[in-house]
C-alpha cells in the first residue's frame, strides 16, 4: 500500500526565507505527484502537478522536484511571505482513475 | 483548470440526522471523486463517483451511510446519513481533468459540518 510522508509537520520561519518541504512515498509507481496548498478550514489549491516523466516543475516563485526512484519531491518556495502561511499537501495519483493517496501536511507559518 | 461550487459551505447539524452536500462543476468531468478530512488529519477518499454508475466506495465507507448521487457530468451529491458527532469533518469533492495536465486534480471550498 502506498504510503505518503512529510517532514516537516510544521515550520515556521521569518519573511524572506526560502522554504523547504519534503514529501516521500513508499511506492514508486506513480503517474503523477501534486502539491496542494490548504488555508484554514477551506478547500485544496492546486499549486504544481509533476507527471512521473518530468523531474521537476516551476510557477513563480515555487519550484517542485521529482525523483521518482528514490521516491522524493521536495517543494521549494522562495522569498516567503506572510501569505504563504498555510498547509502543504502532497498527493501521489496511484491510478489513472484520480485516485490520490495524501500525506499528512505541513503546516507553514511565515513571520513578518 | 476547473471552477467547482459546493453547497453548504457549512453547516451544524443534530445528531441522527442527515444532509446532502451538493457540488457543481463548471465543465463536464468523467470521475467525480468525495473526500473526508478530519480534523487535524489529512485527506481520505470516501468513494468515486462515475456518472450512469453506481459509486465505488473506499474501505471503510459504505453506501448505507455515504449514498451518493451523480445523475449528469456537472453535478454530484453526497448525503451524510444518521450523523453522530465523529461525522464532523470537511467534505471535499474533487474532479481530476484531461488534457495538457492529465491526471491533475481540482478541488471545491468543502463542506465543514459540524454534529452536536
Known amino acids: 500500500k502506498q504510503e505518503v510522508t512529510q517532514i516537516p509537520a510544521a515550520l515556521s520561519v521569518p519573511e524572506g526565507e526560502n522554504l523547504v518541504l519534503n514529501c516521500s512515498f513508499t511506492?514508486?509507481?506513480?503517474?503523477?505527484l501534486q502539491w496542494f496548498r490548504q488555508d484554514p478550514g477551506k478547500g485544496l489549491t492546486s499549486l504544481l502537478l509533476i507527471q512521473s516523466s518530468q523531474r521537476e516543475q516551476t510557477s513563480g516563485r515555487l519550484n517542485a522536484s521529482l525523483d521518482k526512484s528514490s521516491g522524493r519531491s521536495t517543494l521549494y518556495i522562495a522569498a516567503s511571505q506572510p501569505g504563504d502561511s498555510a498547509t502543504y499537501l502532497c498527493a501521489v495519483l496511484t491510478d489513472s482513475w484520480g485516485k490520490l493517496q495524501f500525506g499528512a501536511g505541513t503546516q507553514v507559518v511565515v513571520t513578518p | 483548470s476547473a471552477v467547482i461550487s459546493q453547497k453548504p459551505s457549512r453547516d451544524i447539524c443534530q445528531r441522527g440526522t442527515s444532509l446532502t452536500i451538493q457540488c457543481q462543476v463548471d465543465?463536464?468531468?468523467?470521475?467525480m471523486f468525495w473526500y473526508r478530512q478530519q480534523p487535524g488529519q489529512s485527506l481520505t477518499l470516501i468513494a468515486t463517483a462515475n456518472q450512469g454508475s453506481e459509486a465505488t466506495y473506499e474501505s471503510g465507507f459504505v453506501i448505507d451511510k455515504f449514498p451518493i448521487s451523480r445523475p449528469n457530468l456537472t453535478f454530484s451529491t453526497l448525503t451524510v446519513s444518521n450523523m453522530s458527532p465523529e461525522d464532523s469533518s470537511i467534505y471535499l469533492c474533487?474532479?481530476?481533468?484531461?488534457?495538457?495536465?492529465?491526471?491533475?486534480?481540482?478541488f471545491g471550498e468543502g463542506s465543514r459540518l459540524t454534529v452536536l
Open positions: 474533487s474532479v481530476v481533468m484531461t488534457g495538457a495536465n492529465t491526471g491533475e486534480l481540482f
Open positions: 511506492d514508486s509507481a506513480i503517474y503523477n
Open positions: 465543465s463536464q468531468v468523467t470521475m
